[in-house]
């Protein structure tokens, strides 16, 4: 584990408010959705899953099929399709394109995708204004941080911080009551909206046979994105495909309920090119972005590609009892939680933090309430031996290879085993029946593992000696 | 830019070769039960209002128009071009601009307005939802930029719910660039879970059947 992960983590935990907020709000996600899938309201939520499930399953093992198809669509309906590898090329297309149209203010409405690559930094570099426009996203990008939770950007922020946020940035006077923030957001952003030459949203769902772009969101300002500028780029990664619009069934009752516990989030845009012959309003011209930024690695892993169908719904997030301990931004990249623990390794390389795919209890309670059925668990147990192998590929972790090859030695010759049994246990202290919290170890190879351990004392008589005397 | 070369690196990831054929995807899952017309009004009503919208179930053209001036009580309005709104002389209601065919026009329109007003293509009745084609008769800005929102649909527009939307409109692409699913008024919680309404959308939604 990085010193930074580590510091993160303790950080956190030290803040008795913020430790609060996370339990509180994932509680309430988790409530929420428990509520929406009880079987008197749907019936079919397990059936749901399966479905959910072989249809990305489907998708993502003949993504090429479905790319190309979508393309097409994309190009017969009048819009453009632009196959980006990584984050430098999606930004020097949307700049190319900005310089083109005379184009200066951009608004965007909520995209994991486009927190992964860092577009609004990249585009402000270049002196193009990039407003975000949901409301959590408009106030962490006001605090300059990154989202705390994959559908509750700004989970972490009181509404004290909101208020002196906003004094601060807007020049407002303090506001501490929720509705009027509310609205002072929504007075800025209506402006923003109405002179922005382009709107960049994400999406949900890219649909093959349509070449449409799915949005569900509840604000309405994903609406206002892609219809108010003349210009709408949707930014998504490959992965977002699903084969017919009529799969949508599944996947909105899945995605909605899994979020937010909602039947159907408040706005569902559903778009295909830009606007048509006698359609009143509309975008005049239609991109879609498609990003690979290591995808590609992660679908050459026939394991592991699973991770891909994910759908962004946090319930993963919300049910991990490290996540609720360690918060967001403890996470050392954009995706936090489990879908963060088992993509930010496949993305940017075991190294970036080897400590990730360790920092889980391996419940499951992931896996068991993932929608699209993603192994989660398994996943992590894969990547925790892929981070050893680097490790031994570096020369790293030399001491601990010896000690699990001796413990697999004793293991196998059970005199021995035996032996070095009653050898620990008369040197382990007994704490009478008493958990031992300080082990008096602070040097030498286990010290930091045992500083975050309690350890059982020793038995009395070990189980050998117990069955002997049965 | 990177077409072919994404494309090859997802043929090579997953060893297929370009142009290979794919087998058949599951078949889509669309479970259409049979709901009474009468369940399907009370359903699509009840949900409306439990995401604190309003609903009027109207007897006749000339009740909803006057539902409708009762909510608008003098405010300003702007009315979609959809034929139901002439046929219930909604269009034509004092304060109330319609027949609107500039994008231009409509914008400037639609950022002062009190009221949106337009029609419906359908209601899904087990969600409350109302979903809305954008074409000639209906542009995208009236239900999304004035506060309040009143749509109007007809009663045998109702259908049971997504499931028999997406099957008797299985390719929606084909007749429009955009379709929106509308479900309850405009909201967030965004800071602290607190349920505000009205954020970027409208906040205040009434839902006529007639």
Redesign the interface.
Known sequence: MSAAFDEKIHGTLADPKLQF?IY??TG?LVEERRKAIEPDLCP?YQ??RT?AN??KR??I?????Y??EF?R?VEA?GGK?????DAE?VS??VLSLAKERHAHLIVKSKSMTTEEIDLNERLEHHHLEAVE????EY?IQLAHERPYHIV???LH???EQ?ADLLTEKLGVARETV??K??MI??GV??EK??AADIGISGANFL?A????VVIVE????A??TT??PRIHIAVAG?EKLI????????F??LLGRSATG???????????????G?????PEE?YVV?L?NGR??V??DSEK?QSLYCIRCGACLNHCPVYRKIGGHSFPWVYSGPIGAILTPQFLGVRHEPGLPFASSLCGACAEVCPVKIEIPRILLELRSDVKKAEARDGAGRIERLMFRIWAWVMRHPRIYEMAGMAAGSIAPSGEGRWIRHVPLNAGPLAAWLSQRDLPPAAPKSFRQLWRSR | MSRESVLHKVRTALGRSAGQPVEEPLPPRLVVPAVPMEHRIRSFRERIEALAGKTYEAMSAIDACEYVSGVLAGRTAVASNSPILRDCRISSLAGVQSGITDAAELRAVCSTAACGISGADFGLADTGTLVMLSSREEARLISLLPPVYIAVVARERLLTGLDELLTILPHPAEQTSSMVLITGPSRTADIEQILVRGVHGPGEIHVVVV
Request: hydrophobic share 40%; glycine share 4%; charged share 30%.
């Open positions: 907020a509180k709000a309430r079919d059936e749901l479905h072989s249809i489907h998708t093992e003949h993504l090429d099929h790319l190309e393309a669509q309906h399709v632009i196959f980006c590898k090329e020097d297309f426009t949901d409301l959590g106030i509750a950007p700004a922020k009181t509404r909101v929720i509705e923030q509310t957001a929504r952003l209506r909206f109405l649909i046979d349509s070449g449409a509840n604000e309405g300002n609406r206002l219809s108010a490959i084969p017919r619009a009529q799969d949508l069934a599944v909105l009752k909602q039947r159907l989030t408040v706005y569902t845009s559903f778009l295909s090119g830009p606007k048509r006698e359609e009143i309003d509309g239609f498609l690979d590609t690695k679908l050459a590609r």
